[in-house]
């Protein structure tokens, strides 16, 4: 089970840090990702990070979000939010091993916690 937490309301150029734990299993294999969808709108694949610590981000949070991982939790540290950042963010395991560009967050991945919202506003 995956355990997303650390969404919330946040005005524009804040910042927020989500956490995604993991229950009943080790993050010791497979890649783990972080993903969001806005209403209206497809998942996007945000960041990832392989068990080896590389790590891939998508162009529209690059310079602005960092993930790390630390025991059994991943982090995904975002600064500098934006109004389009606002979304229901996930993160994602049990899909490909290593993150090493940007197929790594269009695999498939079969383990999905339950979501926490991310709202940039003033």
């Known amino acids: 089970q995956l355990v997303e937490s650390g969404g919330g309301l946040v005005q524009p150029g804040g910042s927020l840090r989500l956490s995604c734990a993991a229950s009943g299993f080790t993050f010791d294999y497979y890649a783990i990702g972080w993903f969001r969808q806005a209403p209206g709108k497809e998942r996007e694949g945000v960041s990832c990070i392989s068990v080896d610590g590389n790590t891939y981000y998508a162009d529209s949070v690059q310079g602005r979000f960092t993930i790390s991982r630390d025991n059994n939790t991943v982090y995904l540290q975002m600064n500098s939010l934006k109004p389009e950042d606002t979304a229901v963010y996930y993160c994602?395991?049990?899909?490909?091993?290593?993150?090493?560009?940007?197929?790594?967050?269009?695999?498939?991945?079969?383990?999905w916690g339950q979501g926490t919202q991310v709202t940039v506003s003033s």
């Open positions: 994602a395991t049990d899909g490909p091993v290593w993150c090493s560009g940007s197929y790594s967050l269009r695999a498939h991945y079969n383990s």
